[in-house]
Nanobody, 126 residues
């Protein structure tokens, strides 16, 4: 089973930007979805953005659409999450995950993902 390692988190002021990275190592399955989730203290883990197998389309939650961009670099086995116009509501631990796809789409429920990174903290101050 592959391993996922996130990086790029930090503290920024509202309106700022961060770029998160998630690098896969070991066995990787390019038939799986690569997805970003986040979890704020006391909240459930929330789906943020996904790249289905093939990488030709991307999908975003309503709360981040237009502000966040997910992308991938296959040569580096890495996916990215560019986060712009950050607000304090974006403060959370961010996780990348790999899981099964449903055709050309990805599940949004965490239970469908079997490989997780350790997370990287994003803190946005007002």
């Amino acid at each position: 089973q592959g391993r996922l390692v996130e990086s790029g988190g930090g503290s920024v002021q509202a309106g700022g930007s961060l770029r998160l990275s998630c690098t896969a190592s070991g066995y990787t399955d390019n038939r799986k979805c690569l997805t970003w989730f986040r979890q704020a203290p006391g909240e459930e883990r929330e789906w943020v953005a996904a790249i289905p197998p093939g990488g030709s389309v991307t999908d975003y939650s309503a709360s981040v659409k237009g502000r966040f961009t997910i992308s991938q670099d296959n040569a580096k086995n890495t996916i990215y999450l560019q986060m712009n116009s950050l607000t304090p509501e974006d403060t959370a631990m961010y996780y990348c995950a790999s899981g099964r796809s449903i055709g050309a789409s990805c599940y949004t429920a965490p239970r469908n993902y079997d490989t997780w990174g350790q997370g990287t903290q994003v803190t946005v101050s007002s």
